[in-house]
């Protein structure tokens, strides 16, 4: 059998590309990380490491191995957290993962009605990228989270239950004195000739934008990276550009942005309630979803059904929060 400790260190190893670095995170010298790799390799029957001028890399069996053991650790973490939950009585205890929209729209409204209703329960939120809150859920940092999709890019997560809770239309951010700020709905093609603003380090919204003004007939001029939807809303509002966004990123509204609809043309995303399946969900956990559920049929009508789905193989694309 495989020992934890020593896929942990090819882990690392392979991570860092070099056995000194791998050393420094893990404590111990660098003989011991190349006797550990040796054993390792012994138990695999195969060679997991090739040496490099520039560092070390992992042979085809090293990959797949790393691929497994950040699966094997994440779980082990994960039931180490369930353990300590059970030992240290906190069965009344909940923490919640959500990205940044979601935090300041909808969830407060939850968390309002959660509170008042079990106020014995401690409760906290962490909120984050879609990597970080997804590695918090399974390494049992937090119990449950909330994910995000759009059709062409679905969450394919293996191990974890699904809840589709409600779906949200992107919508166009112009300023108050734009010449279509007068109007309630709009089509992109009004807005081929505009320049863009637009989330910095890669946010998904860019893609979404690129991918409606495609259907539309055009590519965007992009004229500004915010670093968040308030710096993007302020730039709108002195007319650096127009911006697409979620709805639920202008819950907080710019006094000088109107908010103009896209009716049929609005990309439109899947918002996800992630909870590991093999966890036996709290009595907190179970009350956290009722109250969630409750507010969904309140604020949201759709013609779908919104509903469980099952866990689907590992391998989607990469999401960014």
């Not at 409750?294 to 789905?309: A, I, K, L």
Request: charged share 25%.
């Amino acid at each position: 059998m495989l020992n934890p400790h020593r896929l942990e260190v090819l882990l690392r190893v392979a991570e860092t590309g070099s056995i000194t670095a791998a050393a420094d995170e893990l404590g111990y010298t660098p003989s011991a990380v190349s006797q550990q790799l040796k054993k390792l390799e012994r138990e695999a029957g195969h060679p997991l490491v090739r040496r490099r001028p520039r560092g070390i890399t992992p042979t085809d069996a090293g990959h797949v191995l790393v691929s497994h053991a950040r699966k094997v650790l994440r779980q082990l973490d994960a039931a180490a957290a369930d353990l300590r939950d059970l030992a240290e009585g906190n069965r009344g205890s909940l923490i919640v993962g959500a990205f940044p929209t979601m935090a300041a729209s909808f969830l407060p409204r939850v968390l309002e009605t959660f509170k008042t209703r079990y106020p014995a329960i401690d409760l906290s939120v962490s909120s984050g990228r879609f990597d970080e809150l997804l590695e918090d859920l399974e390494r049992g940092r937090s119990h449950l989270c909330f994910l995000w999709e759009y059709p062409w890019q679905p969450v394919k997560i293996e191990g974890l239950r699904l809840q589709e809770l409600f779906r949200e239309d992107s919508v166009i951010l112009v300023s108050k004195r734009h010449p279509l700020a007068g109007q309630d709905q709009i089509t992109l093609a009004q807005l081929r000739d505009e320049s863009w603003i637009v989330r910095a380090n890669r946010h998904p919204v860019v893609e979404v934008l690129e991918r409606a003004a495609e259907k539309a007939g055009f590519r965007p001029s992009i004229a500004l990276y915010a670093n968040n939807y308030q710096e993007a809303q302020a730039m709108v509002s002195v007319g650096i550009g127009v911006a697409m966004a979620p709805r639920s990123a202008i819950a907080i509204q710019h006094p000088d942005v109107r908010v103009l609809a896209l009716g049929d043309e609005a990309p439109v995303r899947n918002v996800l309630l992630a909870q590991r399946e093999e966890r036996v969900y709290s009595p907190a956990e179970v009350a956290f979803r009722s109250v969630l559920m409750e507010q969904v049929r309140q604020e949201f009508t759709t013609s779908d059904p919104v509903g469980t789905r099952p866990s689907r193989d590992a391998g989607s694309e990469s999401h960014s929060a």
